[in-house]
Nanobody
Framework: QVQLVESGGGLVQAGGSLRLSCAAS????????MNWYRQAPGQQREMVAG???????NYADSAKGRFTISRDNGKSTVYLQMNSLKPEDTAVYYC???????????WGQGTQVTVSS
């Protein structure tokens, strides 16, 4: 059974930092691509950052220079370090796995990030 458990969300002031974690189980983590998406109230979900099994990363324009995605295959965990947070970063953040070998997508339950001005 695939499980993705996010943690690390919370309330932070603008300019602050948070680190999100996503612990995965039930998948071949080292061979799976991992992503962070977010959804703000009234808006569509958007991809924030992604990391391939080989460690290549990509970011939404809104995240470049402020967010860093990383992975620890030994812990089956992916991280999203978020710095210089802005009120517009307020959203529910979801961990998404594109699992190997089926290449199906699985979503975590989400963690709320709220940035106050």
């Amino acid at each position: 059974q695939v499980q993705l458990v996010e943690s690390g969300g919370g309330l932070v002031q603008a300019g602050g930092s948070l680190r999100l974690s996503c612990a995965a189980s039930g998948i071949i983590f080292s061979r799976s691509a991992m992503n962070w998406y977010r959804q703000a109230p009234g808006q569509q979900r958007e991809m924030v950052a992604g990391i391939t099994s080989s460690g290549s990363t990509n970011y939404a324009d809104s995240a470049k220079g402020r967010f860093t995605i990383s992975r620890d295959n030994g812990k089956s965990t992916v991280y999203l370090q978020m710095n210089s947070l802005k009120p517009e970063d307020t959203a529910v953040y979801y961990c998404v796995a594109r699992v190997f070998p089926s290449f199906q997508y699985y979503w975590g339950q989400g963690t709320q990030v709220t940035v106050s001005s």
